[in-house]
């Protein structure tokens, strides 16, 4: 408990504020008539005793409206804050050789250049133990952060991968999907043409076997040779 009385009272705030508690108390010291002045005034002294009363009330008054504890410790941190400011290294140099180790006021924590800078810091003796803990504790949520990054970069490839048959309807052939589709009606239209080269080419040759052919529909039929010879010609 001491220990961390006398860690206060050494800090900027603690400092200027027992400061500026000295000078309003100065400040608030009631207000005296001299000797001298007494000696040389038109009032009796009955009167200037209550004069000065009230003038004392009306200065308290004041101090403590004005100078109260809050108004103290905001001027406080208002000096450190200049100190801060004004007395701080300038860390932009661009000559400073620890430059890249330095961690910058305002610099943001969570990226990972910081974290190596606060863990390098965290290794130094002499180091207070939450600025330790919480060094650790970033680290552990930096490590998660990396394995979410990593799912997260996963699912992406694997969404790229899937794009092409996100719409199965419209990016894949309609034959892939349909048993009616297009590639359909074409191996028909090939079969029908087969069956008719066929039949020509026994046509050609002659014969007193039947051939083969297709009716209207398509199905396949025996034919003899005199309507293989008409179709032949006619086709």
Known sequence: MENAMASDESTIIASKTQFLGAQVRILSQPLKASEKWKDGAAFPEGELRDVMRAANQILRRHNNTVYDRIAMRNCAKQ?????WEEGAPDLSDEDDEDDDDIVRRGEDLTTDASLTKLTTMATEPNIP????????????????????????????DFQKLIEPIRNAGETVQPNLVTRDGALAEELARSRRLGIRVAGRVAGL???????????????????????????????
Request: proline share 2%; no cysteine.
């Open 129 to 156: 133990a939450p600025f330790r803990s919480r060094v650790k504790q970033l680290q552990k949520l930096a490590s998660q952060r990396a394995a979410a990054q990593k799912k997260l970069n996963a699912l992406r």
């Open 79 to 83: 000096i450190e804050s200049l100190y």
């Open 205 to 235: 040759r002659g014969g007193d076997l039947e051939g083969v052919g297709e009716d209207g529909d398509g199905h396949v039929v025996m034919v003899d040779e005199g309507e293989k010879v008409r179709r032949v010609l006619g086709g």
